[in-house]
């Protein structure tokens, strides 16, 4: 052993072995994180093709799902939705704008994934998050002020609907979205974050959006449950509306 580190600078090598490992472990994870959200696209006047960058996407593994759903990551399946905004100018990069209404146009803020279009479920196989009226055991804690009955005001000040039940996610639990009766008959969630609490005054509101768009929000196929789907489009719906709820919201100065 004297002989060989006669020659050699074990701690050197030892350096250099410790560099090429941790080159090859930022490889693998960066390559690994591209398992989701790519391909990303690049949009020209031409049509959409898709950027890999360095290093490449990874082949695809294979995960079984409870219930015997198997899915692929990357998947196979690119996303085919149009586009429904137009670039602000012939520039590379230039912001778009929505075309249509953009709180539903999955656009900027508002837009969103495609998740599988049905609910997160808990250990047992049963809906993760539910309303109170179908989650025995679960009530607002009476230290809390019981949101049920509720106006919800929307930034300008106009009642929008009312809080007519509570959802709740069972596994930590905490309240995930608020049920509102909106004015014109409809029922729509409202995300909980989304949220601030009057308790005073009796009412809820959210600066997100206005109090006439809570009758466009997205609504449930389902009463009684909520899929991952509906759950990304309702949160991308008051996302939007940060920015685009009034035409002012998308200038330079709010």
Known sequence: ??????????????????????????????????????????????????????????????YKLPGGKIVQAPKPERDTRTILAKASSPAVGSPLIPTGNPLLDAVGPGAYALRDNHPDLMVDGTPLILPLRAAPGFEVASEDPDPIGMDVVGADGVIGGTVSDVWVDRAEPQIRYLEVAVTTGRTV??????????????????????????????????????????????????GGGTLYATPARSEPLI
């Open 189 to 238: 969630l409202l995300p909980i974050h989304f949220s601030r609490f009057n308790p005073a005054a009796r009412r809820v509101n959210v600066k997100s959006i206005l109090g006439s768009q809570f009758a466009t929000a997205p609504t449930l196929a389902n009463p009684d449950q909520v899929t991952m789907l509906e759950e990304e489009k309702i949160t991308a719906y008051y």
């Open 1 to 62: 052993m004297g002989a060989i580190t006669g020659y050699f600078d074990v701690a050197q090598i030892v350096l250099y072995v410790f560099w090429i490992f941790f080159a090859g472990l930022i490889f693998y994870l960066h390559r690994e994180d591209k398992r989701e959200g790519y391909p990303l696209e690049s949009s020209t006047a031409s049509g959409r093709y898709p950027i890999q960058g360095f290093p490449a996407i990874p082949k695809p593994k294979t």
